[in-house]
């Protein structure tokens, strides 16, 4: 069973970096998905924020793709966020997850981590 | 840059059918995914590629797109089925490709 947990600081400063990893269970991130990070601020919609295939295939919201990284770590089995500059405005629950590589849909989630951006 | 609309919210009274839009420029010609979300929970996939139910997904959620429209259908709804709707696409563009979600439908059974 593929399972993601997400894990970072619930708390961060403004104009600091907000870091988040993604561990990955019951699958090898490296056969042939997408891994992505997805956002919800509180009482509003979401919001992808990026999506990585392998090193050569990375994709982020136009958005936010000046103030974002997405890394893969295939040795542990691991994605990570980092967004630069942090302000209030991206307080919110991320999420991590799964995508297809031709099919696109996120068909399994991480559980979500809140993270308050506050000084 | 291309945008996903669908309504804010909707009400529909048990047992009845819900349908759900979203709206998008020529969107028939996109594959649309749909999920719903319960308060405090992650979304979960309802609706893949217009039409197809995930594993474990009743067969009381199906899918069209046609045209600009594209619908997410709930017969016989349930009081367990009120939760936030998302359509979702993946966008091709010059600069590579993205995500897209639409804005989400908070669905209330009556």
């Known amino acids: 069973q593929v399972q993601l947990q997400e894990s970072g600081p619930g708390l961060v400063k403004p104009s600091e970096t907000l870091s988040l990893t993604c561990d990955v269970s019951g699958f090898s991130i490296s056969s042939g998905y997408y891994w992505g990070w997805i956002r919800q601020p509180p009482g509003k919609g979401l919001e992808w924020i990026a999506s990585i295939f392998h090193s050569d295939s990375i994709y982020y919201n136009p958005s936010l793709k000046y103030r974002v990284t997405i890394l893969m770590d295939s040795p542990k089995n691991q994605f990570s966020l980092r967004l630069n500059s942090a302000t209030v405005a991206d307080t919110a629950v991320y999420y991590c997850?799964?995508?297809?590589?031709?099919?696109?849909?996120?068909?399994?989630w991480g559980q979500g981590t809140r993270v308050t951006v506050s000084s | 840059s291309y945008g996903l609309t669908q309504p804010p919210s909707l009400s529909v009274a048990p047992g009845k059918t819900a349908k759900i839009t979203c709206g998008g420029n020529?969107?028939?010609?996109?594959?649309v995914h749909w999920y719903l979300q319960k308060p405090g929970q992650a979304p979960v996939l309802v609706i893949q590629?217009?039409?197809d139910r995930p594993s474990g997904i009743p067969r009381r959620f199906s899918g069209s797109n046609s045209g600009n429209t594209a619908t997410l259908t709930i017969r016989g709804v349930e009081a367990g089925d009120e939760a936030d709707y998302y359509c979702?696409?993946?966008?091709?563009?010059?600069?590579?490709?993205?995500?897209?979600f639409g804005g989400g439908t908070k669905m209330t059974v009556l």
């Open positions: 020529n969107i028939e010609d996109k594959s």
């Open positions: 979702q696409v993946w966008e091709r563009t010059s600069d590579g490709r993205h995500v897209i």
């Open positions: 997850a799964r995508m297809g590589a031709t099919d696109n849909w996120f068909d399994v």
């Open positions: 590629s217009d039409s």
